[in-house]
C-alpha cells in the first residue's frame, strides 16, 4: 500500500558566525546566538502540535541545539527520538570555513564562477552534497516504511497537513537544505504548490526556515521507491515576524 509521509525540513538558527557573515559548513561548530535561540522558541511554538515520529538531525551543535528546542515546545514531546545524523551535516566549504562571505565571492569571481556553484580548495560540490542528500533520503525512507505499522498523525485541526501518516522532521542547514529542496523540485518532479515560481521555492533558507514536502512511498525487492512528492512550501518564517532583537 502506498505511505505517505509529511517531511519537514528546518534550517538552524542563528549563531555569532552568521551575524557576522563568516562561513561555518563543518570545521566551525559553534553554539546558538541569544537570537537564534529566539528564533528555534518562536518554529518550536510554531510547529508545537504537530506529532513527528521521527526527528533526524545533523551532529553539528547548531542544529542539534535547534532541535531540542523545537523539541522541548511540543505538546507530544515524550514519544519523539531524536537521530543525529551526519550525512546532514551543512556543506563543506573547505578553505573557506572561517573566512568572511566575501572571500568566497571573490575567491568565485576569480575563478569565473557563480558564488553558489563555486568549490573552495577542500570544500564539497554541490553534487557532493547532493550525493548525501540522496543517500539521506534512503535512511529516511526505510525508517518511515519500518515504522509504517505504527504511524503517528497530526494533532492540529487547521493546518494544510492533514491526512498524512507519519510526520517527520528534519533539522540541517542554509547551502545544504538549498541543495536538497532542488534536487526534491528539479530531479524528483515534486508537484509545485500553485503559483508559486520555482524561482522562490529555491530562495536560500533563512535561520529556522521551514519547508515542508509530502512523499508517497511503496515497498519493492529493492527497497523504498519513491512514487509521489508534493511541496507544500519552502522557507516559511512567519514564526519570525514578532522576535525582537536582543539588546
Known amino acids: 500500500d502506498p505511505f505517505n509521509s509529511f517531511t519537514l525540513f528546518s534550517n538552524s538558527g542563528e549563531t555569532q558566525y552568521n551575524r557576522d557573515k ?3 559548513g563543518q570545521g566551525v561548530d559553534t553554539p546558538l546566538s541569544e537570537t537564534g535561540v529566539q528564533q528555534c522558541e518562536a518554529v518550536g511554538q ?3 502540535d504537530i506529532m513527528f515520529c521521527k526527528v533526524f538531525v545533523s551532529n553539528l551543535q547548531r542544529a542539534v541545539q535547534t532541535a531540542e528546542i523545537i523539541l522541548r515546545n511540543n505538546t507530544h514531546r515524550s514519544g519523539m527520538e531524536m ?3 551526519p550525512l546532514l551535516r551543512e556543506r563543506g566549504f573547505g578553505v573557506a570555513e572561517g573566512r568572511h562571505k566575501e572571500y568566497l565571492r571573490n575567491m568565485a569571481k576569480a575563478a569565473g564562477q557563480s558564488c553558489r556553484d563555486f568549490t573552495p580548495p577542500g570544500g564539497e560540490t554541490l553534487d557532493q ?15 518511515m516504511l519500518d515504522d509504517q505499522e505504527t504511524p503517528a498523525d497530526v494533532a492540529s485541526a487547521n493546518d494544510d497537513h492533514q491526512g498524512a501518516s507519519a510526520h ?8 545544504y537544505i538549498r541543495v536538497a529542496v532542488r534536487h526534491l523540485l528539479e530531479d524528483l518532479r515534486c508537484v509545485l504548490p500553485a503559483g508559486v515560481r520555482m524561482s522562490q521555492l529555491l530562495s536560500p533558507c533563512p535561520n529556522t526556515g521551514v519547508s515542508r514536502f509530502v512523499v508517497t512511498l511503496l515497498r519493492s525487492e529493492s527497497g523504498p521507491l519513491l512514487s509521489a512528492a508534493r511541496c507544500l512550501f519552502t522557507n516559511r518564517k512567519e514564526h519570525l515576524e514578532n522576535l525582537t532583537p536582543p539588546e
Open 83 to 85: 537521530i543525529l545524523e
Open 129 to 143: 552534497v547532493k550525493q548525501r542528500f540522496k543517500n539521506f533520503l534512503q535512511v529516511l525512507f526505510k525508517q
Open 168 to 175: 517527520v522532521l528534519v533539522v540541517s542547514h542554509g547551502a
Open 46 to 48: 510554531s510547529l508545537r
Open 22 to 24: 563568516l562561513l561555518q
